[in-house]
């Protein structure tokens, strides 16, 4: 007998297969089906809801569609059959576990031009129209749930955290609100926060994208744009009713994520261990009856993307003279053409969607996030490094090459400690 047995498929087709003909997205929909989006007014009603959806194009309101990078493979598994073209989400209850908001920064169009503010609520301020048949769909979600990190397990037992059975438990684990965020680009605001033209951010994201969204250079009456690219999660420690308030004493990081360090425990990095340190910190500030509030972005190895990080890595440890400071973003930029891509313009918008007008303790060295939340308007009180004893050997090379290019330090290397080889050779 040859040839393999058939392979039955995991799931069953669907019937209604998409339709053949296809729906060009370059005219606009007959005059009055456009659904207004009116970003930065205060009021929902009036700011109208983020309308995204494919069943009926000409209400859209928005280019793209939800789930970022993920819409990807909702295509293909309409494509393979598996999922019905024209699902809508049972939204009952879904609603956030904890209440969030409104703020006063959700009704400023400058502080907030990369989230809904509007986005965890649609359910409920969107009710009606999603009983008469809309397809609007939540772009936040906001649920409870606990973490354990065994470097919060350590701080308990050598005595840094002690259990309170609120913020963290007797088992060591931190109960925590956490919520999901996708992105949601009003294109003006972002192109204002670059200082450049709107038109010319919406003729580079249509050719950088291999012209994927035809309708940022043929809609320019749609202003809001919903990215194929990877959202962001926060964790709070403590109660969130205390946002807002400015008695609230807050300790915040904002983490940019390295799978490596963060899941895997790579040492080439100090990644995780300052995420840990960020939690303990927030843990802290929690049980006096603060928040602690962790940020993070899904903007892997600076935003370059991880086949980048990893090339980078290994042109380090090649390079004549051995993995040194002097030379941490040249190799970066030799292979990339630029030493970050993370580009924190956007990055505070989160922090004033939570209410945060102040930060007590600043968990970062980043002197490129620092400038961005002051520039914003937020006023950060302490800034604080990641302890010594917590960086690994092998990511003494990046600590002092970030300290050397403006980080947040006691210290600077000087131009000999730069020019030293601190990291393992490539095999070691």
Known sequence: MTGSPAVPPLMPRVRNAPPRAIVLTSHPP????????????????????????????????????????????????????KLAPGHRP?????????????????????RIVSLDPWGHLTSEIFADRIAAGWDIRPTIAVTRARINM????????????ESDGAVLTDAGEVRVTKVAVEPVWYLPGVARRFGISTTDLRRCLFEQTGGMFPELVTRPDLEVFLPPIGGMSVYIMGDPSRLGRPE????????????????????????????????????????????????????????????????????????????????????????????????????????????????????????????????????VIERLPIPDELIPPDANVEMDAKKASGYYAESIPDRLALQLPKGRALGD
């Open 30 to 81: 007959p005059a009055g089906r456009l659904v207004p989006l009116r970003w930065g007014a205060a009021d929902p009603a009036e700011r109208g809801p983020v309308v995204a959806t494919l069943h009926d194009p000409e209400v859209r309101n928005v280019i793209g569609t939800h789930a970022g990078a993920y819409a990807l493979h909702r295509a293909l598994a309409i494509a393979a059959g």
């Open 90 to 110: 049972d939204l009952t209850d879904t609603t956030p576990a904890a209440h969030i908001g409104p703020y006063p920064q959700w009704g400023d169009p400058e």
């Open 150 to 161: 065994p470097e919060i397990a350590a701080a308990v037992r050598v005595g840094r955290l």
């Open 248 to 379: 609230t004493r807050i300790a915040c990081r904002v983490h940019d994520e390295c799978n490596g360090s963060d899941v895997f425990g790579s040492d080439i990095c100090t990644c995780r261990p300052y995420l840990a340190h960020s939690v303990e910190v927030g843990v802290a500030t929690a049980q006096r009856g603060g928040l602690g509030v962790v940020v993070y972005n899904r903007k892997e190895g600076r935003a370059l993307g991880e086949v980048t990080k990893f090339l980078v890595y290994n042109a380090r440890k090649r390079q004549a003279g051995g993995d040194r400071a002097e030379a941490y973003f040249q190799r970066t930029e030799c292979v990339a053409g630029v030493a970050d891509m993370r580009l924190q313009e956007l990055m505070p918008d989160v922090l004033h969607w939570l209410g945060i007008q102040r930060i007590d303790h600043l968990v970062s060295m980043s002197h490129l996030k620092y400038a961005q939340i002051v520039a914003s308007g937020i006023e």
